[in-house]
């Protein structure tokens, strides 16, 4: 069953605290996305990756890290420089081709306690 | 940067009528798509509309795209009370990612 698993759905995060959010995917997609949503809000660009060992800061990547050491998998560390992590996150694919769609795991829903 | 905005920013309609969405940008695009989420789920995609297609259909969808204007727009017709969702345009530019409007909050009346 093919598809992009983020994992864990819930996080809770002590300030000062790094942690890491998972993404996986089995669709064989060259291009991963990292989006952040707040409240009510639209999706704003992390980091993205075009191919294995590469990736791109996005529109607001202060206090953010990523890897891209495997095809499928795009991990996101949100770090304490990061004043205000809670929100959603959302993790997308694509096959790096014009024209095509992504497709988007189930997102986490970051909290700092 | 929000490339697209969606307008309205909230829709309340009963079901069996039709809901229309607006999204705008601001530059040349090699598509735009249509997404819809859920509350406090992932984005699906709906539809995808090349640059060089003015119109395009998919069941009870139907996308406009005016690059003059730069603008599209989402006509779900017959709506039902399981289209309650928020819908988002996404436009691609080939340069990178998919940037995303702020979303049209949709909610159908039973």
């Known amino acids: 069953d093919g598809g992009i698993t983020q994992s864990p759905k819930y996080l809770f995060r002590k300030e000062g605290q790094n942690v890491t959010l998972s993404c996986e995917q089995n669709l064989n997609h060259d291009a991963m996305y990292w989006y952040r949503q707040d409240p009510g809000q639209g999706l704003r660009l992390i980091y993205y990756?075009?191919?294995?060992?590469?990736?791109q800061k996005g529109d607001i990547a202060e206090g953010y890290s990523v890897s891209r050491e495997k095809k499928e998998s795009f991990p996101l560390t949100v770090t304490s420089a990061q004043k205000n992590p809670t929100a959603f996150y959302l993790c997308?694919?694509?096959?790096?081709?014009?024209?095509?769609?992504?497709?988007f795991g189930q997102g986490t829903r970051l909290t700092v306690v | 940067s929000q490339q697209g905005e969606e307008d309205p920013q909230a829709l309340s309609i009963q079901e069996g009528e039709n809901a229309t969405m607006n999204c705008s940008y601001k530059?040349?695009?090699?598509?735009l798509q249509w997404y819809r989420q859920n509350s406090g789920r992932g984005l699906v995609h709906l539809i995808l509309i090349r640059s060089n297609e003015r119109e395009k259909h998919s069941g009870r969808l139907r996308v406009t795209l005016d690059t003059s204007k730069k603008s599209s727009s989402l006509l779900i017709t017959a709506s039902r009370a399981a289209d309650t969702a928020s819908y988002f345009c996404?436009?691609?530019?080939?340069?990178?990612?998919?940037?995303f409007g702020s979303g049209t909050r949709l909610q159908v009346q039973p």
């Open positions: 997308a694919s694509r096959i790096f081709l014009d024209n095509t769609e992504a497709f």
């Open positions: 990756s075009q191919i294995v060992n590469d990736f």
């Open positions: 996404a436009t691609d530019t080939g340069r990178r990612a998919l940037t």
């Open positions: 530059t040349s695009i090699n598509n």
